[in-house]
């Protein structure tokens, strides 16, 4: 039997319905945004629409890390640990550097 086909079903599903979530909040920031009447201001990233459209965006920045995550979960369940010790590590390391950066 085929130990990784959940794997792939899990992922390929947070990574499709992950960009449409994503996606959905951009077009919905953007919409708002468009519909607002004070379109017309200066400093566009002000306008609280289009920081729903940020949020869109950190959600497409964060999808590869819920992958890992959820890759890690998957791992430590089936007592796979090597593999869950090495998406642990992956996942400290972009912890490491979103700090580091921040």
Known sequence: MNRTAPLEQSLAALLRYGSW??????GLGL????IDSRVGTRNLAILPNLRIA?????LFILLPSLRVLLMLLVFVREGDFRFAAAAGLVLVIISLSVIFVL
Not at 54 to 58: A, D
């Open 21 to 26: 979530l994503a996606s959905a909040v951009i």
């Open 54 to 58: 940020s949020i869109g965006i950190v």
């Open 31 to 34: 919409a708002l945004a468009l």
